[in-house]
């Protein structure tokens, strides 16, 4: 019966738990969104727009609305431009998939110049110039025998 | 053989660069800012952009296109933009006005919130046609570079004069209403 009760205590907590999250934050909205006269994040503007901006933002946390809510009544107003991130899907997939290519294809180059210098051969055997004239390597040999002994 | 593929990619990256490099020289030759605005100001009479706005005064749209055969001032202005609130008396008495002369005040309200917007036109009584343009994509294909800005078009959709800034100065007044003169004889 208690474990019955607990049960359904545990499950109500999570079907409301949407209706507990946190309300989203001021500043990290003002960080993610554009002014549209100035082109900077909201944060880093004091453009007339841009303080009616944050002033709608605050405006809409104390009424209860979720980031996203936030976000798309600004999209709906002043176009995607006003998104510090592009959106994930269409045109704005681009800003994403183009750096994450070229990082692609500069491992793969990296990747294929150390398997190249990985394949080259032992270092060759140093010229016939820089070895020690026969003669000259016995007698060294002597030396070393006759220090070591 | 590697010598050769070397001097290839070599030639290839020069090649690049130098064509950045032309790039860059033909976008800053050619980069007027607000090009528009100055072919009009040289008297060369542009072309205006069509464009097709929900209106913010009414239900529906309005379209440029369709004011051929009119004069129109197209005033681009925002409810936050503080020469705008200076100059909206003036528009609206200049529509009063003019408008049996077939002369149309049309506001473009751009980079605004359409309820402020709305709020806006509310405290100045403005009457003329208005529409939105929240995105600010319009005030983008005319040139704008910043609130208030108006283009005098004349009756075949060609600018006659672009005035950065409020109109309604002392100093601005007679060269924008020799420009209305100058749309509506065409």
Same mark, same amino acid.
């Given at each position: 019966m208690i474990r019955s009760a607990a049960l359904a205590l545990l499950v109500g907590a999570l079907a409301a738990g949407p209706a507990f999250a946190a309300p989203p934050n001021a500043a990290d909205l003002e960080a993610e969104l554009v002014c549209p006269v100035c082109e900077t994040t909201l944060d880093q503007s004091n453009a007339p727009v841009a303080e009616r901006m944050k002033t709608f933002i605050r405006l809409r946390i104390a009424a209860g609305d979720s980031e996203q809510e936030i976000k798309d009544e600004l999209v709906a107003q002043f176009g995607p431009e006003v998104l510090a991130e592009p959106p994930g899907g269409g045109f704005g997939l681009l800003a994403w998939l183009l750096? +994450?290519?070229? +990082?692609f294809g500069g491992a793969v180059v990296v990747a294929l110049l150390v398997r190249r210098w990985s394949r080259r051969g032992p270092p060759s055997e140093p010229p016939a110039r820089d070895r020690l004239d026969p003669e000259l390597e016995r007698l060294v040999d002597d030396e070393l025998a006759r220090f070591d002994g | 053989m590697a010598r050769r593929a070397r001097l290839v990619g070599q030639g290839v990256a020069v090649g690049l %660069? =130098? $064509? $950045?490099f032309i790039l860059l020289a033909w976008s800053l030759l050619t980069d007027e800012g607000g090009t528009l605005a100055k072919k009009a100001n040289r008297g060369e009479r542009p072309a205006a952009p069509d464009f097709t706005l929900e209106r913010l005064d009414e239900t529906g749209e309005l379209e440029l296109s !369709? $004011?051929?055969?009119? =004069?129109? %001032?197209?005033?681009?202005?925002a409810s936050w933009c503080i020469p705008c609130k200076e100059e909206a008396p003036f528009l609206e008495e200049l529509w009063r006005e003019n408008r049996n002369r077939d002369l149309v005040v049309l506001g473009l309200d751009s980079k605004d919130f359409r309820a402020d917007a709305l709020r806006f036109v509310d405290r100045f009584g403005l009457t003329f046609p208005l529409v939105y343009d929240g995105p600010g994509d319009e005030a !983008?294909?005319?040139g704008v570079t910043g609130f208030p800005e108006t283009f005098v078009v004349d009756r075949e959709g060609k600018v006659v004069a672009a005035f950065k800034g409020g109109v309604d100065g002392e100093d601005v007044r007679p060269e924008l209403l020799e420009a209305i003169d100058e749309a509506l004889e065409t």
């Amino acid at each position: 019966m208690i474990r019955s009760a607990a049960l359904a205590l545990l499950v109500g907590a999570l079907a409301a738990g949407p209706a507990f999250a946190a309300p989203p934050n001021a500043a990290d909205l003002e960080a993610e969104l554009v002014c549209p006269v100035c082109e900077t994040t909201l944060d880093q503007s004091n453009a007339p727009v841009a303080e009616r901006m944050k002033t709608f933002i605050r405006l809409r946390i104390a009424a209860g609305d979720s980031e996203q809510e936030i976000k798309d009544e600004l999209v709906a107003q002043f176009g995607p431009e006003v998104l510090a991130e592009p959106p994930g899907g269409g045109f704005g997939l681009l800003a994403w998939l183009l750096p +994450l290519s070229a +990082l692609f294809g500069g491992a793969v180059v990296v990747a294929l110049l150390v398997r190249r210098w990985s394949r080259r051969g032992p270092p060759s055997e140093p010229p016939a110039r820089d070895r020690l004239d026969p003669e000259l390597e016995r007698l060294v040999d002597d030396e070393l025998a006759r220090f070591d002994g | 053989m590697a010598r050769r593929a070397r001097l290839v990619g070599q030639g290839v990256a020069v090649g690049l %660069v =130098a $064509l $950045l490099f032309i790039l860059l020289a033909w976008s800053l030759l050619t980069d007027e800012g607000g090009t528009l605005a100055k072919k009009a100001n040289r008297g060369e009479r542009p072309a205006a952009p069509d464009f097709t706005l929900e209106r913010l005064d009414e239900t529906g749209e309005l379209e440029l296109s !369709s $004011l051929k055969g009119k =004069a129109v %001032v197209v005033n681009f202005w925002a409810s936050w933009c503080i020469p705008c609130k200076e100059e909206a008396p003036f528009l609206e008495e200049l529509w009063r006005e003019n408008r049996n002369r077939d002369l149309v005040v049309l506001g473009l309200d751009s980079k605004d919130f359409r309820a402020d917007a709305l709020r806006f036109v509310d405290r100045f009584g403005l009457t003329f046609p208005l529409v939105y343009d929240g995105p600010g994509d319009e005030a !983008s294909s005319f040139g704008v570079t910043g609130f208030p800005e108006t283009f005098v078009v004349d009756r075949e959709g060609k600018v006659v004069a672009a005035f950065k800034g409020g109109v309604d100065g002392e100093d601005v007044r007679p060269e924008l209403l020799e420009a209305i003169d100058e749309a509506l004889e065409t």
